[in-house]
């Protein structure tokens, strides 16, 4: 095992490396697909501020930045499909492109309700780049444009993915030992 590697992470299922050759490869499509129009990501809180953060400096100068936070009511690693808006978008969505900047696609839940609800507001197109895609998305008809990198289905922290607010800041992505949230009654 990587003697860097935190403690708490069992596995890495990707690196800095390929978090950057994934994101190469998503701007280069994101760059061909939109040529020079006005762009605006809108990013998910907390979860996809890296990713923003490392895409967006790949797209060029076109681009704008919104952010929405939401609340996905669940147990701690399983989301469940009630959603609610801790801050809304800043941005009026009327004629605009809009590609929404995702961390992780698990089961989709969280983001049909995010597409519908944008695209109710009148965008000119709504598309999607996610990081990360586990295995059970592909069983929801959630239409996602740009994967960067498909990983097994195990619950993962790291490169803005946490558990419990912790861990956001690893800049790869690992799976976590599983006895971090069989303990986390302590974690809080
Ligand atoms: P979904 O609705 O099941 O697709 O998941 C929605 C959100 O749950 C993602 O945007 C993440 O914020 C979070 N999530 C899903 N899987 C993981 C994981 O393995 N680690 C950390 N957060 C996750
Ligand atoms: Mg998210």
Redesign the pocket.
């Known amino acids: 095992m990587n003697a860097d590697l935190h403690p708490d992470i069992v596995d890495v299922v990707a690196t800095e490396e390929d978090i950057a050759e994934a994101l190469e490869r998503i701007s280069a499509q994101v760059r061909e697909d939109y040529d020079g129009t006005d762009l605006l990501l809108v990013g ?1 809180l ?3 501020v890296m990713v923003m953060a490392d895409l967006s400096r790949r797209l060029g100068t076109h681009t704008q930045m919104d952010w929405m936070a939401v609340s ?1 009511y ?1 147990s701690g ?3 469940s ?1 009630v959603v609610r808006i801790l801050k809304d978008l800043d941005t009026d969505l009327a004629g605009r492109h809009v590609l929404v900047v ?12 995010l597409l519908k609800n944008l695209r109710s507001r009148g965008a000119a197109s709504v598309e999607v780049a996610t990081l ?1 895609r ?1 295995p ?2 592909a069983k ?1 008809t ?1 239409d996602v444009k740009y994967v960067g990198i498909e ?1 097994p289905d ?4 790291g490169y ?4 419990a607010e912790r861990y956001r800041t690893l800049p790869y992505v690992g799976v ?1 030992a599983p006895h971090v949230y069989s303990d986390s009654a302590t974690l809080a």
């Open positions: 998910v907390k979860g996809a996905s669940g690693t399983k989301s499909g995702e961390d992780i696609i698990d089961s989709g839940i969280t983001l049909s309700w990360l586990k059970a998305a929801v959630v990983i195990k619950f993962v922290v803005g993915l946490d558990y976590l």
